[in-house]
């Protein structure tokens, strides 16, 4: 069964650093995802991604935020300069739907540390 | 701004048992309603999606419903095990925009 795949499954850096999370969608889905889980919290949804341009983010994706899709497979997000705050678990998320907000594939996550 | 909340936070129960959890939303122009299942330190499962437009959807023990105009949605585990140990998330997908906003969560554990 197709799956989302998320890399690494754990980073850690320092404050100030930058990092980059890479996730690798279902190969036929247009509609691309990050949401974030601060340990103890909900699950919050920070940007969506379609043909080639952010669809919609909210507050927290902030100008430090950014997202990318290199190639044909890889979607990325970048934090430019980590705080302290960022720590959390990182999800992408993917979904086939043509309009409006269809079932969405989660990853396993990526466990970011900043320290 | 849609809010999402799920009722118990936590909930302990004897294998066997059948229940249910619940999540409320305050918005009720929802697109869709998407229950997930997370075990610690990991990723999301999705378990059912049910559309604005249907009642219920059932998948094995799972059964879901939704009820938009009074902003709830029930999941119902059958014959609950201790593999269904974990946590249970509802999220809520509006017909304008693209996120889904997500509920608190309910702790399920079931004691052998």
């Known amino acids: 069964e197709p799956e989302v795949t998320q890399t690494p499954s754990h980073q850690v850096t320092q404050m100030g650093q930058e990092v980059i999370l890479r996730c690798v969608p279902i190969?036929?889905?247009?509609?691309f995802y990050w949401y974030r889980q601060i340990l103890g919290q909900k699950v919050e949804f920070l940007v969506s991604?379609?043909?080639?341009?952010?669809?919609?983010k909210s507050e927290i994706f902030d100008d430090q935020f950014s997202v990318e899709r290199p190639d044909g497979s890889n979607f990325t997000l970048k934090i430019r300069s980590t705080k302290l705050e960022d720590s959390a678990m990182y999800f992408c998320?993917?979904?086939?739907?043509?309009?409006?907000?269809?079932?969405?594939?989660f990853g396993p996550g990526t466990r970011l540390t900043v320290t | 701004k849609q809010e999402v909340t799920q009722i118990p936070a936590a909930l302990s129960v004897p294998e066997g048992e059948n229940l249910v959890l619940n999540c409320s939303f305050t918005?009720?122009?929802?697109?869709?309603l998407q229950w997930f299942r997370q075990d610690p330190g990991k990723g999301l499962t999705s378990l059912l999606l049910?559309?604005?437009?249907?009642r219920e959807q059932t998948s094995g023990r799972l059964n879901a419903s939704l009820d938009k105009s009074s902003g709830r949605s029930t999941l119902y585990i059958a014959a609950s095990q201790p593999g269904d140990s974990a946590t249970y998330l509802c999220?809520?997908?509006?017909?304008?925009?693209?996120?889904?906003?997500f509920g608190t969560g309910t702790s399920l554990t079931v004691i052998p």
């Open positions: 049910i559309q604005s437009s249907q």
């Open positions: 190969s036929n889905h247009l509609y």
């Open positions: 991604f379609y043909n080639n341009e952010i669809s919609e």
């Open positions: 998320a993917s979904s086939d739907t043509s309009g409006g907000v269809g079932e969405q594939y």
């Open positions: 999220a809520v997908g509006l017909d304008t925009g693209n996120q889904f906003y």
């Open positions: 918005d009720s122009a929802i697109y869709n």
